[in-house]
């Protein structure tokens, strides 16, 4: 009897918990592709950093974003998004521009 209770604990309040922070991780991934794609499409030229990249850096502008805009400026829904957009564009070009002289460092030390 009491291994069943166990169980049923486990299925009642353990997976939903799980389930949670589950679909909290895939939908941070999600808006961070996103954000971090439309904020590549932005700046114009190449950007030398990966999709991994890419996502994280779209992540934490979303994050930064998305503060900015409804905290601090309290703009509507649009406008946040383009603060969001925004500050993931100054971070993808910051990290790009960083990314691409480590780039060049390394292709100097390759030389002869």
Known sequence: ???LLVVLVVLVILVPIV???LWLLLSAALVGAVIGGLARLVLPGRQPIGMLSTIVIGWIGSLI???????????????????????????VALASGGAGNALARRNNTLRW
């Open 19 to 21: 389930g949670w922070a």
């Open 1 to 3: 009897m009491l291994a």
């Open 65 to 91: 974003g998305s503060l900015l805009g409804r905290h601090v400026l309290h703009v509507g829904t649009v406008l946040t998004i383009l603060c969001e957009v925004g500050v993931a564009a100054i971070l």
